[in-house]
Nanobody, 116 residues
Framework: QVQLVESGGGSVQAGGSLRLSCVAS??????MGWVRQAPGKEREGNAH???????TYIDSVKGRFTISRDNAKATLYLQMDSLKPEDTAMYYC????????????WGQGTQVTVSS
């Protein structure tokens, strides 16, 4: 059974930083990403990394968030800098076998709260 376990969330002031981690029980050659959901809003994929290490970001986090992975540790990361109150959300680690498909594996989520 595929397991994704996130950690690293917390509460910070605007302008601060957090690093999220996701330990995976599957090969990190899968396409993986971070998806967030704020209260009352739909889930929003904000950063993705493919098996060839190609990364993509939504415009609102470009230049502030960095997705990376350590294959030896089977861990996915999301470095979040210059955090804004609008980044407040539950952040989920997600994975899929084929990058063109929807995410099929999900972690339990970790809460990020940014105060102004």
């Amino acid at each position: 059974q595929v397991q994704l376990v996130e950690s690293g969330g917390g509460s910070v002031q605007a302008g601060g930083s957090l690093r999220l981690s996701c330990v995976a029980s599957l090969s990190l050659t899968h396409c993986m990403g971070w998806v967030r959901q704020a209260p009352g809003k739909e889930r929003e994929g904000n950063a993705h990394i493919e098996g060839n290490s190609k990364t993509t970001y939504i415009d609102s986090v470009k230049g502030r968030f960095t997705i990376s992975r350590d294959n030896a540790k089977a861990t996915l990361y999301l470095q979040m800098d210059s955090l804004k109150p609008e980044d407040t959300a539950m952040y989920y680690c997600a994975a899929k076998v084929l990058c063109r498909n929807e995410y099929q594996y999900w972690g339990q989520g970790t809460q990020v709260t940014v105060s102004s």
